[in-house]
């Protein structure tokens, strides 16, 4: 987890506001994704970026943008809070190297509440 | 669609105890599949990966098998410890277009004393 890092923590921020949420990381690693973990579902992807600059939507995207600047950096903003964005946040890394085991890494999650 | 489907959604065991988590999917065709542990409030930490020519992988305690046959997978614990209290995910990754990751929704285990 130390190589994933994501901030906040914890967030509780109010219907309509702005939210950003940082990850940064420290693994060398190309690939960069967002997901959300809802109680009784499985992980779903937000956005996904291969590289700097590159942005690709995930099967859940309305509501959330990113930006990947840097190599290292991968933030998600909700732009404006609805509560039903409630959940916990993972951002992931992977490699493009060793194609058919590319490994996810996992950052500890922002536990995101909208009131 | 894809699917990965998880049993079963939770378990209780008493400590030292073996335990199987199935995993059953749908994902055609797939790179690999993976088993994570998801302490509380944490990420997920991946325990084993199998590609599609594999049928076994052990990591201490934990041993996963596939069936690309059947398109199942199990995740058999052994000598089950306290510390084995977690979600376990099964995910299996496309090897289709976007090269997706596709999630189970987990196995609570709770391992008691």
């Known amino acids: 987890d130390a190589d994933v890092t994501q901030t906040p923590r914890n967030r509780i921020t109010k219907t309509g506001k702005r939210i950003m949420l940082e990850c940064s990381q420290t693994?060398?690693?190309?690939?960069m994704y967002w997901y959300r973990q809802d109680p009784g579902l499985g992980l779903r992807l937000i956005y996904y970026s291969f590289d700097v600059k590159d942005i690709n939507k995930g099967e859940i995207s309305d509501g959330y943008s990113v930006s990947r600047q840097a190599q290292a950096k991968f933030s998600l903003s909700l732009e404006s809070a609805i509560p039903n964005q409630t959940a916990l946040y993972f951002c992931a890394t992977s490699d493009t190297l060793a194609e058919s085991y590319n490994e996810q890494f996992f950052g500890p999650g922002t536990r995101l509440t909208v009131l | 669609k894809n699917q990965v489907e998880q049993s079963p959604q939770s378990l209780i065991i008493l400590e030292g105890k073996n335990c199987t988590l199935q995993?059953?999917?749908?994902?055609?065709?797939?790179?690999?599949l993976r088993w994570y542990k998801q302490d509380t409030g944490r990420g997920p930490v991946s325990l084993t990966i199998?590609?599609?020519?594999?049928n076994t992988k052990s990591n201490g305690r934990y041993t996963a098998t596939l069936d690309a046959d059947t398109k199942q997978s199990s995740l058999h614990i052994t000598a089950s410890q306290l510390s084995d209290s977690a979600s376990y995910i099964c995910?299996?990754?496309?090897?289709?277009?976007?090269?997706?990751?596709?999630f189970g929704t987990g196995t609570r285990l709770k391992v008691l004393a």
């Open positions: 995910v299996v990754r496309e090897t289709s277009g976007t090269y997706k990751y596709i």
């Open positions: 693994k060398g690693h190309d690939r």
């Open positions: 199998m590609t599609f020519s594999e």
């Open positions: 995993c059953n999917y749908t994902v055609s065709p797939f790179s690999n």
